[in-house]
């Protein structure tokens, strides 16, 4: 590992530790030439699908897209964001578990409606209505019925 301070390659490990939750190992490193101390971090490197537009144009996933999504439908809701977090990881975990190199984007739109549904049901209406394109009225009354039984 190449020091961050003076670019030298030779770095050691003095102290090495597993976060509480086992995401991650980190690692401090010493420099043998300045002798600067740094701090490395070690994850497990995972590949999402590809989003499939419905254009056809590929994107690569984006959690701050998914991210960006759930801070709109939910502004202004009491909702925390652990809530959000743990929905969201809930979401990555389906995305990976498909072992799909590619997924619509339909598909994934159809997995953030449904953490919605369960955090809130106004942010699930908002998201609902721009998502599904609503035409008239009818289909928004038809999803707050829906979601009232």
Do not use: W
Not at 61 to 77: G, H, M, P, T, V
């Amino acid at each position: 590992m190449k020091c961050p301070f003076c670019s030298h390659s030779d770095t050691q490990v003095v102290e090495t530790r597993v976060s509480e939750d086992g995401g991650f190992i980190r690692r401090r490193r010493q420099c043998a030439a300045c002798e600067k101390r740094f701090t490395t971090y070690e994850r497990p490197e995972v590949s999402f699908p590809v989003v499939v537009k419905k254009d056809g144009r590929r994107i690569e996933y984006d959690a701050s897209k998914l991210r960006a999504s759930f801070a709109l439908a939910l502004r202004k809701r009491p909702v925390s964001t652990e809530q959000v977090g743990a929905a969201i990881e809930r979401i990555e975990e389906k995305l990976l578990n498909l072992g799909q190199r590619e997924i619509p984007s339909q598909r994934v739109g159809e997995l953030v409606m449904r953490e919605l549904k369960k955090l809130d049901k106004v942010a699930y209406i908002r998201f609902a209505s721009v998502y599904r394109s609503f035409e008239d009225i009818d289909e928004f009354k038809t999803l707050v019925d829906e979601v009232r039984k």
